[in-house]
């Protein structure tokens, strides 16, 4: 109550009103109590004047001179007779003076009333005179003036008595009046005070406590109005909590980078897809995207939607990752809260699928245009020349049908291709099968291919078969093709080991080379279609560049896995892991 400032200003108001109303009574009682002694005063001399009147008279007239001679007993109260002209001609004090009196004022007033009355203060300022004069006739002449004077005291002992208990009286009751007042004005705004109170404590999200709200009065209603606007603001809060909280966690799911800066550039969201991309151990909520290094990448486009009114997109590059980057406005009942939302998404897979799709369409138009070419080439020699002899038409024919025959085994690779990235694993016909045997042959099929490149070839067997649910002939296609590029990758008179071992459920199949190794920026396209590592170099590696291609695709469709780990001028090492078969040897799957 002591910090409402609502309370102490009506609190002063009604105590300065009564202040002065008080001081208004007690001033007009006062001036009453001097008017009623002036009165009385004015009456007292008034009947003495009569007399007084006689003995100016007759002293003006000169038929008694006895006064004169002793003047303090003609009358208790002071007896000033004034000649015509002003002059005194009797004072009953004894103090004449030279004084001319016509010019004062209640001289100035019998000349025209008879009688003139006026007060005066007396020289110690306590007192007043009362003065009262008459103006002497004699058969329509004027003799001169009779003038009485009394001291009167300014208050008298019943008047100062009276005005003491008066202002004691008023001193008390307005010491009653200030404690009645601040206990009616406390009374009062006691449930207003409550109420401001218990707003105060919606307003910082106290919703627990509820106001009494007793009785039909105006307050009552208001507390009413309180406790109910508390339990709708409380469920509103929490609507808007859970709102909040429900787009954070949909925010903080979306692999989708999000930043929200206000009119002031600072950051007012951003989420954990964001924070990684930036590679942000802090979130930088509350800053100026400007003073935040990482995030200087957005700025561009943030200020470019601030002075157009399309929003921008492009892209940015960050960490060797590309990403797709729009800005929009945030859509706001304020619409000059110049709020900014920034979507970032990810746009490196796409982007190196749709690189390697025009890469495929240019390199599959070159490896299909080229025998194509040499097809037509040949074939027009041998129409355009009839008189050809056998032996050369027949050479022509030969490599017309070797050519049809590369043609039709890049074409034949590029079909069995797409059937394993268009068959899944569980559309496979799969089976068991003993993953040693099927390594065995493998192998087998490779020996003179290898012996032909002086490589040699060593099984790492596993003590125990092994068993593998695949389709046994897109499985063997798969190694056929990594101990095939193995050979063909490796350096002359050096060894291929391969490898089989088990872990953690499932099967490890190594082929290890000792080749021209594969650049790390290389490794990840080398399931390219049509890619090979260097078409500049002496290796033997005429095929259209699809054998590991076919192989992934392979293994990926019997559930599988491939990677690779390579260093340049010592080797690469592929590994194929696959899950084991649960069923016992001899057992269909």
């Known amino acids: ?150 001291t009167m005291e300014a208050r008298s002992s019943w008047t100062e008595m009276m005005l003491k208990r008066l202002f004691y009286f008023f001193f008390i009751a307005f010491l009653l009046y200030s404690l009645t007042t601040y206990l009616l004005i406390n009374y009062f705004f006691q449930p207003i005070n409550r109420a401001t109170n218990y707003a105060r404590k919606i307003s910082k999200g106290n919703y627990i406590e509820r106001l009494p709200a007793l009785g039909q009065d105006n307050i009552a209603i208001l507390e009413g109005a309180l406790n109910e606007l508390a339990v709708k603001t409380e469920q509103r809060v929490n609507d808007l909590d859970q709102n ?50 990482s995030l200087m990448l957005i700025w561009p486009f943030v200020n470019s939607l601030r002075e157009d009114q399309d929003s921008p997109q492009g892209t940015i590059e960050v960490d060797e990752r590309i990403l797709e980057l729009r800005a929009n406005r945030i859509i706001d009942i304020d619409p000059d809260a110049g709020r900014i939302l920034v979507t970032l998404q990810d746009a490196t897979e796409r982007t190196l699928a749709d690189n390697i799709r025009i890469a495929f369409v240019a390199n599959a138009s070159h490896e299909l245009k080229t025998p194509i070419a040499a097809i037509q080439g040949m074939i027009e020699t041998i129409i355009d020349s009839p008189q050809m002899l056998k032996k050369t038409r027949d050479e022509f024919l030969l ?46 099929g490779q020996e003179d291919f290898a012996s032909f490149n002086n490589i040699i070839i060593e099984l790492q067997k596993q003590a125990n078969t092994v068993y593998v649910k695949a389709n046994i002939e897109s499985l063997k296609l798969a190694f056929h093709n990594l101990i095939e590029n193995g050979v063909i990758y490796s350096k002359p008179h050096s060894t291929l080991r391969v490898s089989i071992a088990v872990k953690a459920g499932h099967s490890i199949v190594a082929i290890e080379d000792q080749g021209i190794g594969i650049p790390r920026a290389e490794q990840q396209r080398i399931s390219e279609r049509f890619y090979r590592i260097d078409k500049d170099s002496s290796i033997n590696a ?12 392979a293994i990926q469709a019997n559930r599988g896995t491939i990677t690779v780990n390579s260093t340049v001028n010592k080797g690469s090492v592929f590994k194929v892991s696959l899950p084991l078969y649960s069923a016992e040897p001899g057992q269909s799957g």
Request: hydrophobic content about 40%.
């Open 1 to 150: 109550m002591f910090k409402n400032k609502s309370f102490w200003q009506m609190y002063l108001t009604a105590i300065i009103i009564g202040l002065i109303v008080a001081t208004i009574i007690y001033a007009s009682l006062a001036s009453d109590m001097h008017s009623k002694s002036f009165i009385e005063a004015e009456r007292n001399l008034s009947t003495d004047l009569p007399i007084d009147s006689f003995i100016a008279e007759a002293m003006l007239t000169g038929k008694f001179k006895v006064f004169q001679e002793n003047p303090k007993l003609v009358t208790p109260k002071r007896l000033i007779v004034i000649r015509r002209n002003g002059n005194i001609l009797y004072d009953s004090n004894g103090s004449i003076d030279d004084k001319n009196y016509i010019d004062r004022p209640e001289i100035v007033q019998t000349k025209t009333e008879g009688t003139g009355t006026a007060l005066y203060p007396s020289s110690d300022q306590d007192n007043a005179v009362l003065a009262i004069a008459k103006r002497i006739d004699s058969k329509e002449q004027s003799l001169g003036y009779a003038l009485l004077l009394e």
């Open 244 to 293: 909040v909280k429900n787009l954070s966690n949909l925010l903080e799911a979306l692999e989708v980078g999000v930043v929200a800066n206000d009119a002031n550039n600072l950051i007012i969201h951003i989420n954990s897809s964001t924070l990684t991309i930036f590679s942000l151990e802090e979130s930088p909520i509350g800053k100026n995207l400007l003073d935040t290094d």
């Open 399 to 444: 490599r017309v049908s070797k050519q049809t025959n590369n043609l039709g085994k890049t074409v034949g690779q590029l079909l069995q291709l797409a059937r394993f990235q268009e068959v899944t694993g569980d559309e496979q016909d799969r089976s068991q099968a003993d993953l040693k045997n099927l390594i065995e042959e493998t192998i087998s």
């Open 542 to 553: 005429n095929g259209p560049g699809l054998g590991l291609a076919i192989g992934r695709a």
